[in-house]
């Protein structure tokens, strides 16, 4: 049973569970199976947080597809900087691609449009997003999430990939910052 956790000053409350998580993901890549049966399209999985969320909802991907990964950052302590910045390269033609980018969380919205910008800029044809996590409250984006696990309210969470100044990534369900801290 998973019970408050601290990390560096601050604690965090369980939030989703591995149970619930797993159920988020199949239903996520029942949505995108239908969706890409009989194409190829090209994952860009963006870390660092993605990559738990990427390794469960790929291995329940039914179609034929590829799979590179992007490494961006934006986040410094709790709060977004808002300034992003491409730490590693893609490394692939994205040319006449169908792009699906795989992230973690869409907070603001700003990683996520500025890394569909990038990718239409490089010539993919079409580009869509799977977010596990999406903050409705905090989002100012003008596009469409394509593909949403679950909706959640603007707090910070941990866990299943997300980290808290380094800490956190390798706890198997999420948890939430304890109000009132
Ligand atoms: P955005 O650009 O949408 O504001 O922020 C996206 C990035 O900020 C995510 O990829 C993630 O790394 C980080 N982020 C946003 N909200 C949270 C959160 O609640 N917890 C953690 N650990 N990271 C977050």
Same mark, same amino acid.
């Given at each position: 049973?998973?019970?408050?956790?601290?990390?560096?000053?601050?604690?965090?409350?369980?939030?989703?569970?591995?149970?619930?998580?797993?159920?988020?993901?199949?239903?996520?890549?029942?949505?995108?199976?239908?969706?890409?049966? *009989?194409?190829?399209?090209?994952?860009?999985?963006?870390?660092?947080?993605?990559?738990?969320?990427?390794?469960?909802?790929?291995?329940?991907?039914?179609?034929?597809?590829?799979?590179?990964?992007?490494?961006?950052?934006?986040?410094?302590?709790?709060?977004?900087?808002?300034?992003?910045?491409?730490?590693?390269?893609?490394?692939?033609?994205?040319?006449?691609?169908?792009?699906?980018?795989?992230?973690?969380?869409?907070?603001? *919205?700003?990683?996520?449009?500025?890394?569909?910008?990038?990718?239409?800029?490089?010539?993919?044809?079409?580009?869509?997003?799977?977010?596990?996590?999406?903050?409705?409250?905090?989002?100012?984006?003008?596009?469409?999430?394509?593909?949403? *696990?679950?909706?959640?309210?603007?707090?910070?969470?941990?866990?299943?990939?997300?980290?808290?100044?380094?800490? *956190?990534?390798?706890?198997?369900?999420?948890?939430?910052?304890?109000?009132?801290?």
């Amino acid at each position: 049973m998973a019970h408050t956790i601290k990390l560096h000053d601050l604690e965090f409350t369980p939030y989703l569970s591995e149970d619930k998580l797993r159920a988020i993901v199949s239903e996520v890549a029942g949505r995108i199976n239908h969706k890409y049966e *009989g194409k190829t399209p090209l994952f860009v999985v963006v870390l660092n947080g993605a990559f738990m969320f990427a390794s469960d909802l790929l291995k329940e991907v039914s179609f034929d597809c590829e799979i590179s990964f992007l490494r961006v950052s934006s986040y410094r302590g709790t709060s977004s900087t808002g300034e992003v910045k491409e730490l590693m390269p893609i490394g692939t033609d994205v040319t006449d691609r169908d792009v699906i980018l795989v992230e973690d969380i869409v907070d603001t *919205g700003k990683t996520m449009g500025e890394v569909m910008a990038k990718m239409k800029l490089e010539g993919a044809r079409s580009v869509s997003v799977c977010t596990l996590l999406f903050k409705p409250d905090a989002f100012q984006g003008s596009y469409t999430v394509d593909y949403i *696990g679950v909706e959640i309210p603007d707090r910070f969470v941990v866990g299943y990939g997300l980290d808290y100044d380094g800490l *956190g990534r390798n706890l198997p369900s999420l948890y939430q910052i304890k109000p009132n801290t």
